[in-house]
């Protein structure tokens, strides 16, 4: 009977199998620093659009709050034209007043008594003048009374005015009637804009 060596052919065997571990290995390893190569350059370029989003968003934002200070800007802007637009249509309003008020004073002075000084604060009036008597002071305090423009007439001063010796020289024809120096303050019903 013959015997059949099988010894080499187990070391070839094994030596293929050695040599097919060592290049699936060096396979695998290269293959695994290709993926974490990939995988690297995946994820900068991910990393690196991530941070033009950012950047963009950012340049966004500066943008945004650039608008918000300028529509602030344009609500304060807004709120002073209101303001004053409030304030010219109450002059508007007002500025009829004047004119009425002083109308309405004319119209209340009875013959015999005029003003030399007027002068008004806030919606006080302040008059001074002359009268030739005080039915024609208390004919003007009536009158203020009823008008519509007019009104808590307040009689501060009343006097008679000294005559001078040229005065008592005169003839009887040209008598100077004595007249009274009066101190009005009034105050007008309607009020008048604050300046």
């Keep these: 009977m013959k015997t059949i060596n099988l010894l080499p ?19 695998s390893a290269v293959m695994s620093l290709l993926m974490i190569i990939g995988l690297h350059v995946f994820l900068a370029e991910r990393n690196s659009q991530q941070f033009a989003r950012n950047e963009i968003l950012h340049h966004e934002l500066a943008e945004v709050d650039r608008q918000i200070i300028e529509i602030e800007g344009l609500q304060k802007e807004r709120q002073q034209i209101l303001a004053r637009m409030t304030i010219i249509q109450r002059l508007q309003a007002n500025r009829p007043n004047v004119v009425k008020i002083f109308e309405g004073m004319a119209k209340t002075v009875p013959d015999g008594l005029h003003f030399t000084h007027v002068a008004r604060v806030k919606s006080t009036i302040n008059m001074q003048g002359k009268a030739e008597s005080n039915i024609r002071v208390s004919k003007f305090m ?54």
Excluded at 157 to 178: F, L, M, Y
Excluded at 179 to 190: G, M, T
């Design 142 to 195: 009536r009158n203020i009374e009823s008008s519509d423009w007019l009104t808590l007439p307040v009689l501060s001063i009343i006097e008679v005015e000294k005559e001078s010796e040229t005065d008592k020289t005169q003839t009887s024809s040209q008598a100077k009637i004595n007249e009274q120096r009066i101190i009005f303050n009034l105050e007008a019903k309607q009020t008048f804009i604050e300046e």
């Design 9 to 27: 052919w187990r070391e070839e065997f094994k030596e293929f199998q050695r040599k097919q571990f060592i290049f699936f290995l060096g396979f």
